[in-house]
Nanobody
Framework: QVQLVESGGGLVQPGGSLRLSCAAS????????VGWYRQAPGKQRELVAS???????NYADSVKGRFGISRDNAKNTVYLQMNSLKPEDTAVYYC?????????WGQGTQVTVSS
């Protein structure tokens, strides 16, 4: 059974940092592309960052220069380092990976940026 488990969210002040983790079981992350998405209340889910199996990365314009995605294949985990957080980064953050058959999503972790 495939499971993606996100962790690391929380409440942080503007300008602060958080590191999100997405730990996978039942699927080998190292051979798959993995994405971090977020969904704010009343908005559509959007791609924040992605990393390929060869470690190429891609970022939404809104987070370029502030967020960094990385992977630790030995731990079957993908991270999202979020710096210089802004109130508009407030959302539920999800990780995602795909096989030929289907998409897999975690349960999400809440990030709230507020003073």
């Amino acid at each position: 059974q495939v499971q993606l488990v996100e962790s690391g969210g929380g409440l942080v002040q503007p300008g602060g940092s958080l590191r999100l983790s997405c730990a996978a079981s039942g699927i080998l992350f190292s051979i798959r592309d993995v994405g971090w998405y977020r969904q704010a209340p009343g908005k559509q889910r959007e791609l924040v960052a992605s990393i390929t199996s060869s470690r190429s990365t891609n970022y939404a314009d809104s987070v370029k220069g502030r967020f960094g995605i990385s992977r630790d294949n030995a731990k079957n985990t993908v991270y999202l380092q979020m710096n210089s957080l802004k109130p508009e980064d407030t959302a539920v953050y999800y990780c995602n990976t795909k096989t030929n058959i289907r998409d897999y999503w975690g349960q999400g972790t809440q990030v709230t940026v507020s003073s």
